[in-house]
């Protein structure tokens, strides 16, 4: 007799305060794969067993996923589960999740946070912009070529708060 082994994943929400129908463990998957870190070539069964939502009516959903496999060594699991999320959630890599100071969001939240972060940065470069501009003109002159300094210097800086961009209400 060869010997053999079963490995069991079972799932259930934890008690609330809200009454949630319960649903069986991969109602709440869009897919479940497991992957068995063993030899491919001593045994004859796969070591990946995947589980995928249909997104179909009638595609039955089950309360726990069981994989029998044959040996009797010691073998390391790693289980991957994708939350069937509505709408849909992503992670962002941690470079873009710095800069959006976000870490997960929907697509339309990421594309917001996105915006604002443009429309934020955009402002300050624009800011930067129109008072460097303005120091320039002071510094290559141009106040003291004109016949009422106090009055040029004041248009200009009207000039640059009227050209600053503003957000959208």
């Known amino acids: 007799m060869i010997p053999s082994w079963t490995f069991t994943l079972r799932g259930q929400l934890l008690p609330s305060d809200v ?44 309360d726990y996923i069981q994989c029998t496999r044959k ?36 697509r339309p939240g990421i594309v917001m946070a996105l915006w604002q972060y443009i429309k934020v940065l955009s402002f300050s470069l624009l800011s930067n912009i129109s008072s460097i501009t303005y120091r320039l003109l002071m510094k290559d002159g141009l106040s003291t070529s004109m016949p009422n300094s106090k009055k040029s210097s004041d248009q200009l800086l009207q000039m640059d708060e009227s050209t600053s961009p503003t957000s959208p209400n």
């Not at 939350?83 to 962002?92: F, M, Q």
């Not at 470079?95 to 100071?101: K, M, T």
């Open 71 to 106: 040996g009797d060594s010691d073998v390391n699991v790693r289980v991957s589960l994708t939350v069937d999320a509505v709408p849909e959630r992503y992670k962002l890599n941690d470079e873009f999740a710095d800069i959006l100071q976000i870490k997960e969001e929907t």
């Open 19 to 62: 009454d949630i129908p319960v649903q069986p463990m991969t109602w709440y998957f869009k897919s479940i794969v497991i992957d068995f870190d063993r030899p491919s070539e001593a045994y004859a069964e796969p070591n990946r067993v995947e589980w995928h939502k249909l997104n179909e009516q009638g595609q039955k959903m089950y």
